[in-house]
């Protein structure tokens, strides 16, 4: 019976390890189960998915190392524990898929099913429970004649293969704790060297409107099919169409405002590296809202004129309405999920530079629509005429509406 035990608790541990090690293969696909679970709160998820697959490994090597009674116990309640949570899970939440229990390996699959996960974690409890129970009722008959051993008679003086395996282990252990919170790090870095590149450039926009009696940058021609955008150090020109400049603003003012570093990377956030190479100046991730090149006419379906040449032109820093909720700049890349509104989808958090200078993330839900079909003109001048643009470049009312409400 003591061996039947062991072999059942050798077996359970191998499969708590399995287990583990799938899910840290994968430890998106283990959050987006546990976000599914309504019993966990949103900042529970992400301490779970790091800490269930990290105990299992624990646990389980622990259970290798020495086999004793309280490692089958350990196992037993973190499997019970998971198990009892399933089952509150479904009572609340019907409808919840998969209890992510294996991560990758059995991802939308049947063994994810409610009694498959049922059956598997039972028989995972009883080879805990019984492996638990020998351990515990095992004696050691000592005869009385029976020499008394010396404590330090069997000392050894190097480490054997298992102890050092369980170091490896243990190494592997903080390095997966460790990662999650180096990539929280990295964000937080990329983002706060983001947000100082936005304030950098409202301070260059405001300087602009210095020198040029209060106007916003215009450096595309209504009147032209493409305007050039030149910077004579670099021997740059761009040809583009008039709302064009919303991205590549950077290159009409590099002589003048940035001393001619076109390839510097304050152009682009740090976290959108997919989207530009290291080093490219041919476009900035940084928008320039195409409200600044139109009246605050045409932003308004009731004023918005047919055809639209009229409204076409510059606009002043005096303007502005609502300075500290009116974006100067966009950032392209946004860092959360994306979030419906209405008809229209939204991405999560983006960055904002603002006219009065300061610049910070916005979630989803404090920034509005805009204009839904942006410039809306089926003209060669126009870069944005569906629906679903990224919010601040197209403000219902132009520089006179706002793109941030409430706190």
Same mark, same amino acid.
């Given at each position: 019976?003591?061996?039947?035990?062991?072999?059942?608790?050798?077996?359970?541990?191998?499969?708590?390890?399995?287990?583990?090690?799938?899910?840290?293969? *994968?430890?998106?696909? !283990?959050? @987006?189960?546990?976000?599914?679970? $309504?019993?966990?709160?949103?900042?529970?998820?992400?301490?779970?998915?790091?800490?269930?697959?990290?105990?299992?490994?624990?646990?389980?090597?622990?259970? /290798?190392?020495?086999?004793?009674?309280?490692?089958?116990? =350990?196992?037993?309640?973190?499997?019970?524990?998971?198990?009892?949570? #399933?089952?509150?899970? !479904?009572?609340?939440?019907?409808?919840?898929?998969?209890?992510?229990?294996?991560?990758?390996?059995?991802?939308?699959?049947? !063994?994810?099913?409610?009694? =498959?996960?049922?059956?598997?974690?039972? =028989?995972?409890?009883?080879?805990?429970? #019984?492996?638990?129970?020998?351990?515990?009722?095992? +004696?050691?008959?000592? %005869?009385?004649?029976?020499?008394?051993?010396?404590?330090? %008679?069997?000392?050894?003086?190097? /480490?054997?293969?298992?102890?050092?395996?369980?170091?490896?282990?243990?190494?592997?252990?903080? %390095?997966?704790?460790?990662?999650?919170?180096?990539?929280?790090?990295?964000?937080?870095?990329?983002?706060?060297?983001?947000?100082?590149?936005?304030? @950098?450039?409202?301070?260059?926009?405001?300087?602009?409107?210095?020198?040029?009696?209060? $106007?916003?940058?215009?450096?595309?021609?209504?009147? %032209?099919?493409?305007?050039?955008?030149?910077?004579?150090?670099?021997?740059?020109?761009?040809?583009?169409?008039? /709302?064009? &400049?919303?991205?590549?603003?950077?290159?009409?003012?590099?002589?003048?405002?940035?001393?001619?570093?076109?390839?510097?990377?304050?152009?682009?956030?740090?976290?959108?590296?997919?989207?530009?190479?290291?080093?490219?100046?041919?476009?900035?991730?940084?928008?320039?809202?195409?409200?600044?090149?139109?009246?605050?006419?045409?932003?308004?379906?009731?004023?918005?004129?047919?055809?639209?040449?009229?409204?076409?032109?510059?606009?002043?820093?005096?303007?502005?309405?609502?300075?500290?909720?009116?974006?100067?700049?966009?950032?392209?890349? @946004?860092?959360? *999920?994306?979030?419906?509104?209405?008809?229209?989808?939204?991405?999560?958090?983006?960055?904002? $530079?603002?006219?009065?200078?300061?610049?910070?993330?916005?979630?989803?839900?404090?920034? +509005?629509?805009?204009?839904? +079909?942006?410039?809306?003109?089926? +003209?060669? &001048?126009?870069?944005?005429?569906?629906?679903?643009?990224?919010?601040?470049?197209?403000?219902? *009312?132009?520089?006179?509406?706002?793109?941030?409400?409430?706190?």
């Amino acid at each position: 019976m003591t061996r039947l035990a062991t072999i059942l608790a050798h077996t359970g541990m191998a499969f708590l390890t399995l287990s583990a090690l799938f899910k840290l293969a *994968d430890l998106e696909a !283990l959050r @987006s189960a546990l976000a599914q679970w $309504a019993i966990i709160p949103p900042w529970l998820q992400s301490i779970l998915t790091v800490s269930v697959p990290s105990l299992e490994l624990l646990i389980s090597g622990s259970w /290798f190392v020495g086999r004793q009674r309280r490692h089958a116990l =350990a196992g037993l309640a973190l499997v019970g524990c998971f198990t009892l949570g #399933f089952a509150v899970e !479904l009572i609340i939440n019907p409808r919840v898929k998969s209890c992510g229990c294996m991560g990758s390996l059995t991802q939308d699959t049947w !063994l994810e099913s409610p009694p =498959a996960v049922f059956v598997r974690n039972g =028989a995972l409890m009883a080879a805990f429970a #019984f492996a638990a129970w020998k351990a515990g009722s095992r +004696t050691r008959p000592v %005869a009385p004649d029976a020499p008394v051993q010396p404590r330090h %008679a069997h000392a050894r003086s190097a /480490f054997t293969i298992i102890e050092v395996l369980c170091v490896i282990v243990l190494i592997g252990l903080i %390095a997966v704790l460790i990662m999650p919170t180096l990539g929280i790090i990295r964000d937080m870095g990329r983002q706060a060297v983001s947000l100082s590149n936005l304030r @950098s450039h409202a301070a260059v926009f405001n300087a602009y409107t210095n020198d040029y009696k209060e $106007a916003w940058p215009y450096y595309t021609d209504p009147d %032209a099919t493409l305007s050039v955008l030149r910077s004579q150090r670099n021997n740059i020109a761009r040809s583009v169409v008039y /709302f064009g &400049l919303f991205n590549r603003w950077h290159l009409a003012m590099l002589d003048d405002y940035y001393e001619g570093q076109a390839r510097s990377a304050v152009f682009n956030q740090p976290q959108a590296s997919w989207a530009v190479p290291q080093g490219a100046y041919t476009w900035s991730t940084y928008q320039y809202p195409c409200v600044f090149l139109m009246a605050h006419e045409f932003w308004n379906p009731r004023t918005r004129e047919a055809p639209a040449r009229p409204q076409l032109r510059a606009t002043r820093a005096g303007d502005v309405t609502w300075p500290a909720a009116k974006t100067l700049l966009v950032g392209f890349h @946004s860092t959360d *999920d994306q979030a419906s509104v209405g008809s229209r989808v939204m991405s999560g958090r983006r960055e904002f $530079a603002f006219v009065a200078g300061h610049a910070e993330q916005v979630a989803a839900g404090r920034y +509005t629509l805009g204009y839904v +079909t942006g410039e809306g003109v089926s +003209t060669p &001048l126009s870069t944005h005429a569906t629906s679903g643009n990224p919010p601040g470049l197209h403000t219902i *009312d132009g520089v006179r509406g706002r793109d941030v409400i409430g706190d």
